[in-house]
C-alpha cells in the first residue's frame, strides 16, 4: 500500500514538472513600451527594442510559474534620436553607468479567468523595489502564449529624471510612467 501510494505522488509529482513549459518571448510580435504626460497638454511614447523575457508557465500550479525580463536601456527609442540619446545621459536613465532594467518574479498569483499578477522586484537606475506586474493571458497555443499588461510606476521611486528641470515649465514630466507590454511566446533552448 505504501508503494502504491509513493509511486502515486511520484508520478504527480513528474507530471506537475512536465506541465511547466520554459518559455521565452518572441520580440519580433512583441512590444515593451511605455508613456508619460507632458505638461499636461500631451503624451510622449515610446518601446525598448532590446530585451529579453522568459516565462516558465504550468497552467496547473499557477505558483509554480515565473517570470524574468531584463531590458537594455540603450534600447529606448521615442522617435526622435535627439531625445533618445537625452534619456541614455545621467539626466534620466544613466544607461553607461545602470545598462539594464530587470524584474524577477517572487510568485504568480491568479486573480480571476485570464487575469494574474507577478510578485517580485524590479530594478531600475541602481533602485531594486518590490513590484507588482499584472498581466492578463490573451491566448494559448501550445508553447505559444499571448500576454498584455497594463500597469504604471513612479519614475521618482528608482531616481530616473529626479534632477532634471524644464527651462519654461516647472511641472513637464509627469512622475507617473504608464507601461504597456505585450508578447508572445516560444519554447526556450535549453
Not at 44 to 67: P, R
Not at 92 to 115: H, L, V
Request: hydrophobic share 35%.
Amino acid at each position: 500500500m505504501k508503494s502504491r501510494l509513493a509511486l502515486a505522488l511520484l508520478f504527480c509529482s513528474i507530471s506537475s514538472m512536465a506541465q511547466t513549459k520554459k518559455l521565452k518571448v518572441e520580440p519580433n510580435h512583441s512590444t515593451v513600451g511605455f508613456s508619460i504626460s507632458i505638461a499636461g497638454f500631451t503624451k510622449v511614447t515610446g518601446k525598448f527594442t532590446d530585451y529579453e523575457i522568459a516565462l516558465d508557465w504550468n497552467e496547473k500550479h499557477i505558483d509554480s510559474s515565473s517570470i524574468s525580463a531584463t531590458i537594455q536601456v540603450a534600447s529606448i527609442n521615442t522617435g526622435i534620436p535627439d531625445r533618445d540619446a537625452h534619456l541614455r545621459t545621467a539626466d534620466f536613465f544613466d544607461a553607461d553607468t545602470y545598462p539594464t532594467i530587470e524584474f524577477q518574479s517572487d510568485s504568480i498569483k491568479q486573480i480571476d479567468y485570464s487575469n494574474f499578477e507577478a510578485q517580485g522586484e524590479l530594478t531600475m537606475h541602481g533602485v531594486t523595489k518590490g513590484f507588482i506586474l499584472p498581466f492578463k493571458i490573451v491566448k494559448v497555443e501550445e508553447s505559444t502564449v499571448g500576454i498584455s499588461s497594463r500597469t504604471t510606476l513612479n519614475r521618482m521611486d528608482y531616481g530616473v529624471g529626479k534632477d532634471f528641470v524644464h527651462t519654461s515649465m516647472p511641472d513637464f514630466l509627469s512622475n507617473t510612467i504608464a507601461i504597456e507590454i505585450d508578447f508572445w511566446t516560444r519554447k526556450r533552448k535549453e
